[in-house]
């Protein structure tokens, strides 16, 4: 009896510790920070992630990077700055609608 109540519990202890993936694929976005060499300032994830969430586009994961691009080191020129989201697949057209593109188009990119 209580080998079948400890297989029980631990069924549920298991299904409930999924990883919260709806198994959906996922795709990293990115869009420039916007940020300027010697000045700084750009647009900070979280403003990016909620260009993202208010057209219903779940964020699994952002973190910011590199674009990997060669800058000229000038003051008030573009800087490499991007911030990176996770989001599912099926919603990519509608990020790249808002000015987002595939992290996979950027392949010296880095996190």
Do not use: Y
């Not at 990883?19 to 750009?42: A, D, H, L, T, Y």
């Not at 990016?48 to 910011?64: A, D, K, R, W, Y």
């Not at 990997?68 to 020129?77: D, I």
């Amino acid at each position: 009896m209580i080998k079948a109540i400890f297989i029980v519990v631990m069924i549920n202890f298991v299904a409930a510790c999924g990883n919260g993936e709806s198994g959906e694929p996922s795709v990293k976005v990115f869009k420039s920070r916007g940020s300027i060499q010697c000045e700084g300032g750009g647009t900070a994830p979280d403003v990016m992630q909620n260009e993202l969430t208010s057209v219903g586009i779940t964020v699994l994961s952002f973190s910011c990077g590199s674009d990997g691009l060669g800058h000229a080191a000038v003051c008030g020129g573009s800087d490499d700055r991007i911030n990176i989201f996770e989001i599912p697949q099926s919603k990519a057209t509608q990020a790249q609608s808002l000015g987002f593109s595939s992290l996979s188009s950027l392949p010296s990119a880095h996190e």
